[in-house]
Every structure is written in C-alpha cells, then in structure tokens.
C-alpha cells in the first residue's frame, strides 16, 4: 500500500477523531447492527433448497449421491457417467481439455479451477452454475461464498475503481462497534480491523479476504469466495457475510447517502463523519 494511501486513510481517522470512532451508539443504532448480524447469520441451506436439481445432477454425472457430485467438483475425479461419444471418423474418443482459468488474480491464490471442475460449470448455465457453489462452499469453516450477477459486479468494480477504500461499522458486544477497513486490489477485496491498521499499518493481517473469480462471466456470473483467517478467533462467518452486504449497500445498491460518504472518504477525508456512517448503515 502506497504512501499516499496510507496517509489518507490515518488522515480520515485523525480528522474524524478516535473518540468520533469510539463514541455512544445509540440503543436504536445497536438494536438495528444486532439485527442486521443476527439475520446474517440465518445462512440459507442451498443444499436443501436445490436437493432435488443437485440429485438430478449428480445422476446424470453417474454420481451415486449429492456429496460425490461435490466430490468430485472439488478434486476433478471422472465421473462415473456415460464415455463420450466415439468419433465417427476414427473411432476413437473425442477429448476437449477443460478450460483453464485466467490468470486475473495473484498466484497464490487458487484458481478456479483449483477449487472446482471448471469443465462441469462450463456445461451449465449461470443460475444452476451458482447454486452448485453455494452448495459446495455450504457449511465450510472459515469460508463464505455468493453468486454475483455479471452486471452488479460490474457496477461494484466501476465504483471501486473510483473509490477503493473504505470502512465499515460492525457491532460488537463488549465494545459497542469495530470499524473494518477494505481495501479493492483488482478482483480481491482485502478486510481489516481499522484498530489494527492504525498501529501495523502494512503489517496488519486481513481477517476476510472475499476473492471474486471473472471466468464465467460470460455465463453472466461472478463467483465470489471469502477466506477467513484461521488465526483470528474473534472474527467468524456471520460477521464475514454483515461486511460483505455493507460492502455491496455502499457501492452497489445503497442510495445517495451512503455514495457520498463512500466518495467523502476516499476524496475529502477530513470531512468524513464516522456518526453518519452508523446511521447510514441502519438502512438497508
């Protein structure tokens, strides 16, 4: 992270002021955060919900039950379905290598391919591409995931071209909120507690990593994957999925208030006012 970038988001918390960050939440305030967070954690059971298509889809791989479907999705074993067609002109099998996936993300993180089949997700379309990994990534500890249209991620990255920084209010129950701070690094978005960056800086370790993998956007879909850390036990799923719907409010389908304290910190730091962000963040 640059010079630049670093001084803007100190100078955003020092003209806010530390005691502004850590003033009295009001009761109405809390009571909507609790809310918030407890309504995120009611993670919906995409398994449940789409038992009867991921049946069906795992007979027509030759899958005996849904957890071999998964299976084999994760680790690329061959399916126990009908060989492919033989070649009328040479008789032999026909074979067209899976396609991989592009390199538009760091190479230490897993590609998509490297995650799931991503021969079997080509077959499909977007609906059924994104049920399969919410299926997949259901129950998984320390993981969060979601089906993005191609047209809202679109608009999510035009404004955090504009705007990559901000924070974000999370309750806290022995401390009233903890401010987040995300950071957009091309496809990624990188979380952070604000406490923690003002005294590690650069050194400071993200506590939610959401990784958004483009390849199938032709299909009119972005699969979104985030990685908790392992380490920080302070930090769990239900609070990774409230950052992620602040994260979408405030750049995709929040309204003018929440884009103008969006563009107020990226651009007028010394104006930014952490007591309206609070207040923005009760409408959803």
């Known amino acids: 992270?640059?010079?630049?970038?670093?001084?803007?988001?100190?100078?955003?918390?020092?003209?806010?002021?530390?005691?502004?960050?850590?003033?009295h939440v009001?009761?109405?305030?809390?009571?909507?955060?609790?809310?918030a967070a407890k309504q995120m954690s009611h993670v919906p059971n995409y398994e449940e919900k789409y038992r009867a298509?991921?049946?069906?889809?795992?007979?027509?791989q030759g899958c005996a039950t849904i957890a071999e479907l998964k299976q084999n999705l994760a680790t690329g074993s061959t399916p126990r379905a009908t060989p492919p067609a033989e070649s009328k002109a040479s008789g032999k099998q026909?074979?067209?290598?899976?396609?991989?996936?592009?390199?538009?993300?760091?190479p230490t993180v897993k590609s998509l391919?490297?995650?799931?089949?991503?021969d079997l997700l080509m077959e499909r379309a977007g609906p059924e591409i994104g049920e399969l990994w919410t299926s997949y990534h259901a129950g998984k500890p320390g993981v969060v995931s979601a089906a993005i249209p191609a047209d809202t991620y679109r608009r999510l990255q035009e404004t955090a071209k504009a705007n990559p920084l901000f924070v974000l209010p999370l309750p806290r129950a022995d401390q009233g909120v903890e401010f987040f701070l995300l950071q957009f690094d091309?496809?990624?978005?990188?979380?952070?507690?604000?406490?923690?960056?003002?005294?590690?800086?650069?050194?400071?370790?993200?506590?939610?990593?959401l990784t958004h993998y483009?390849?199938?956007?032709?299909?009119g879909i972005v699969l979104m994957r985030g990685e908790l850390d392992p380490e920080n036990r302070t930090f769990d799923v239900e609070n990774a999925q409230l950052l992620a719907l602040l994260m979408q409010l405030f750049y995709v389908s929040g309204g003018p208030q929440k884009r103008a304290l969006l563009e107020t910190f990226n651009h007028r730091p010394a104006e930014f006012d952490y007591a309206q962000l609070i207040e923005a963040a009760q409408t959803l």
């Open 94 to 106: 026909e074979s067209t290598p899976p396609k991989k996936s592009p390199s538009n993300l760091p």
């Open 113 to 118: 391919d490297q995650i799931m089949r991503l």
């Open 214 to 219: 483009t390849d199938l956007m032709d299909r």
């Open 1 to 23: 992270m640059s010079g630049v970038i670093r001084r803007r988001i100190l100078g955003s918390v020092g003209a806010a002021g530390s005691k502004r960050a850590a003033s």
């Open 53 to 60: 298509k991921l049946q069906q889809r795992a007979r027509e």
């Open 186 to 209: 091309y496809h990624q978005v990188h979380f952070t507690s604000l406490a923690e960056y003002k005294v590690h800086t650069v050194q400071s370790r993200p506590v939610l990593t």
């Open 26 to 35: 009001s009761p109405l305030t809390m009571s909507w955060l609790l809310g």
